[in-house]
């Protein structure tokens, strides 16, 4: 493909291709490779069955990969600061790709770790059905959201870490949550059986929902400001402690 090409089947002219935060779509079978020399700020590759791989001299912040089967690496030295992948045979993220706003992995079953320089993400930072992922690196910052969500093999979390948002870990394998971890929002455990233990003096800032866990018992002094969700579990006595902003279910 030239850069003509990747115009016409983006839908875009030349000068709109190198406009600041443009982001283009590329879809179909005529999308088999990319030019050389390729600059803009986001690719938005979607159904794209023939491309087998991208360029090495590519330049690109923003990343989003969907349903294409048979592109399984990506460039060395891609530098991005946003990266989703879909239903994705990607194997290794690269060490450059600091991903520092946010990263969005879902059915990627071949990726087992993230860049070890990914320790701040601006927005989210979401993983889904990545049975091959194991840990997190020494995360310190997440300004939104910070998912490990069903099919994710991660189960613990970095000490020290700050989320902004909430924790969403339904059907996770997630063992437990370090005292040292601040949560903004809410935390979400539903249906994580490896989960059996929250921190003394928990402080949860929206809801708590350990429904479907084999939690047995409340930490001392636990403070939620939301509603609190025990159904099936456990957990058969509720601490004279325990200070519930909403509703217990």
């Known amino acids: 493909m030239t850069i003509e090409d990747v115009c016409r089947i983006a ?31 986001g690719l938005d590759l979607k159904g794209c069955p023939n491309l087998m791989s991208l360029p090495e001299d590519l330049q690109i ?10 592109l399984t690496s990506l460039p060395q030295h891609l530098e991005l600061d946003y990266l989703y992948l879909y239903n994705s045979d990607i194997k290794d993220i690269p060490e450059t790709s600091l991903c520092n706003c946010e990263i969005v992995l879902i059915g990627c079953h ?52 700050r989320i902004d948002g909430e924790l969403w870990a339904v059907v996770s394998h997630l063992k437990s949550i370090p005292k040292s971890v601040y949560i903004g929002g809410d935390i979400c455990l539903a249906g994580s059986r490896n989960f059996k233990q929250l921190p003394e003096d928990l402080i949860v800032n929206g809801e708590l929902d350990i429904s479907g866990t084999f939690m047995e018992k409340l930490p001392d002094n636990l403070v939620i400001n939301g509603d609190l969700n025990i159904q099936d579990t456990n957990v058969r006595l509720i601490p004279s402690s325990l200070k519930v902003g909403g509703n217990i279910i």
Do not use: W
């Not at 190198?18 to 079978?29: D, F, M, P, Y």
């Not at 912040?61 to 048979?70: A, Q, T, W």
């Not at 930072?125 to 910052?141: G, N, T």
């Open 61 to 70: 912040r923003y990343l989003s990969v969907l349903d294409c089967p048979n």
């Open 110 to 161: 071949n990726i087992e770790k993230l860049p070890s320089g990914c320790v701040e993400f601006k927005y989210d930072c979401y993983l889904e059905d990545c049975p091959k992922l194991k840990e997190l690196p020494m995360i310190k910052h997440i300004g939104g959201r910070l998912g490990i969500a069903q099919g994710t093999g991660i189960e613990n979390l970095p000490e020290n870490l």
């Open 11 to 41: 839908g875009v002219t030349i000068d709109e291709l190198g406009e600041e935060n443009r982001v283009i779509s590329l879809t179909g079978e005529d999308v088999d490779t990319l030019p050389q020399g390729l600059c803009v700020y």
